[in-house]
Structure formats: structure tokens, C-alpha cells
């Protein structure tokens, strides 16, 4: 198996990752939203749609 950052073999301590630098740059892609699951629940679009009219209003 290969670490899904670097593609160098994983360590058994941080699998699926090779070290802990990797295992936090994925943590810092969730939090940030780089990957995000999908969601076809009409709450959820509502939530979002509201969440970026919210912020773009305090853009201005």
C-alpha cells in the first residue's frame, strides 16, 4: 500500500499514510474543504445556499 499524499510506502504508526507530516496535510485538506462528500439532501443545499448569501453579506 502507498501513501495517497506522497505515493512513498506507508508506516504501519500513521497508515494509511508514510508519516505523520502526510497525515496532517490530509487532515488540513478536510478541515479546510478541500474534500468534501456530496450531499443530495435539500437541508443541506438550503443550509449552504444560506450559509454563502450570509457571507457575502458581510463582505460588503
Not at 478536510?30 to 443550509?47: I, K, M, T
Request: charged letters at 30%; glycine letters at 2%; hydrophobic letters at 30%.
Amino acid at each position: 500500500m502507498s501513501c495517497p499524499i506522497c505515493s512513498e510506502p506507508t508506516v504501519h504508526a500513521y497508515r494509511p499514510f508514510c508519516s505523520k507530516r502526510c497525515a496532517d496535510l490530509d487532515l488540513a485538506k478536510w478541515l479546510n474543504g478541500a474534500y468534501s462528500v456530496p450531499s443530495e439532501d435539500q437541508d443541506d443545499l438550503e443550509e449552504a445556499l444560506d450559509t454563502l448569501e450570509r457571507d457575502s453579506q458581510t463582505e460588503h
